[in-house]
Structures are given as structure tokens and as C-alpha cells.
């Protein structure tokens, strides 16, 4: 959030998460969420260097959603089959946010990098119809490729999907998602 450079912990278990903090329901609110081996203090990652731009253009809710202990510590292969709880946890954040899906939910977008595209994807399957816009930044194609839409990001997991593909030579997906 804008007024703390460090940002501010988002305690799920805490009963005002989100009086605590510079939240403002009427800013549009970005969530981020970084790739396997990424983290969210990284200065040139998506969180970072994301957090940085949005504020130098306007008033933003930004959260990053640091999953590191999940995405270092584990093979790929965990991480991917643990994609979906995440994705799970970010949905129960989001429903408390937002009032249930009531307030601020029409500037929502989230925003994925690599497998952290898949996970946006797996947020916008669990809460249907109501995210209005999800961006993969070059989606995980290991362990993803082969997937069904219903197993890695697809074009209905949002109103809005979008997808940039600037790795699809290494390790980003081919194939047009969003």
C-alpha cells in the first residue's frame, strides 16, 4: 500500500485485516503474484517494479501475495500441485476484501507471472463470473502444457483475460490463453 514503502502484512488470521491498513475500497486494487523461485521482495520482479509504476500513476490498492515458502522451497513439480491451494487462500482474501464480492470488485485485476499466471487463472475458476480482469505475464508451459483449460489459466477465468507471451521460446506457454 502507498503509504508504507515496505508494504503492510495482510494477516489472514486477523479479524480487521484490512482496517489496519492504507486499503481503499474506492482505488483499484491489483494483485500480484510472482512465479516459482520468485518472491516478492526481488527489485526487479513483478511485485516490485509493478508496485513502483502503478503508484507513479494513480491512487492503487497493490497486494503482493508472497508465496516463496511454497515456490524455493519445494520442486516445481510440488509447486504446481500446490498452485491450486494458493489460489484458494487468494480467493478467501479476496471475498473478505471486498465484502464478499460487494464492494471494489469492479477495478479488481489480477495479475500472474509464470505459474503465478496459473494461479490467477485457478482464483478467477473459484470465484466464477467474478473477476473483471486477469493478466498472464508469460504462463508456465512445464507440467502446464498439456493441462485442460479447467488445469492452467483460460480465457473464461475472467470477463477480461489477457496474456503476454515474451518467453514462449524457453518456458512460457505457446499457445494464445487469453
Given at each position: 500500500f502507498r503509504d508504507n514503502t515496505n508494504g503492510q502484512l495482510l494477516n489472514r488470521?486477523?479479524?480487521?485485516?484490512?482496517?489496519?491498513?492504507?486499503?481503499?475500497?474506492?482505488?483499484?486494487?491489483?494483485?500480484?503474484?510472482?512465479?516459482?523461485?520468485?518472491?516478492?521482495?526481488?527489485?526487479?520482479g513483478v511485485c516490485s517494479y509493478n508496485v513502483k509504476s502503478y503508484f507513479k500513476v494513480g491512487k492503487y490498492n497493490v497486494i503482493c501475495v508472497d508465496w516463496k515458502q511454497y515456490s524455493t522451497d519445494l520442486s516445481y513439480t510440488v509447486a504446481?500441485?500446490?498452485?491450486?491451494?494458493?489460489?484458494?487462500?487468494?480467493?478467501?482474501?479476496?471475498?473478505?476484501?471486498?465484502?464478499?464480492?460487494?464492494?471494489?470488485?469492479?477495478?479488481?485485476?489480477?495479475?500472474?507471472?509464470?505459474?503465478?499466471?496459473?494461479?490467477?487463472?485457478?482464483?478467477?475458476?473459484?470465484?466464477?463470473?467474478?473477476?473483471?480482469?486477469?493478466t498472464g505475464l508469460d504462463p508456465a508451459k512445464p507440467r502446464y502444457k498439456n493441462k485442460g483449460p479447467e488445469d492452467r489459466l483460460y480465457i473464461t477465468d475472467a470477463h477480461f483475460v489477457d496474456v503476454m507471451h515474451t518467453n514462449s521460446a524457453k518456458n512460457g506457454f505457446e499457445k494464445s490463453i487469453g
Open positions: 488470521s486477523e479479524p480487521n485485516m484490512i482496517e489496519s491498513t492504507t486499503y481503499n475500497a474506492l482505488n483499484p486494487t491489483k494483485v500480484l503474484v510472482h512465479g516459482w523461485l520468485g518472491n516478492t521482495q526481488e527489485k526487479s504446481t500441485i500446490r498452485a491450486k491451494h494458493i489460489a484458494h487462500d487468494i480467493a478467501k482474501i479476496l471475498k473478505r476484501i471486498t465484502y464478499n464480492m460487494t464492494e471494489g470488485v469492479d477495478t479488481l485485476h489480477l495479475i500472474g507471472h509464470s505459474m503465478g499466471a496459473h494461479i490467477v487463472g485457478f482464483v478467477g475458476k473459484e470465484l466464477a463470473n467474478q473477476i473483471p480482469r486477469i
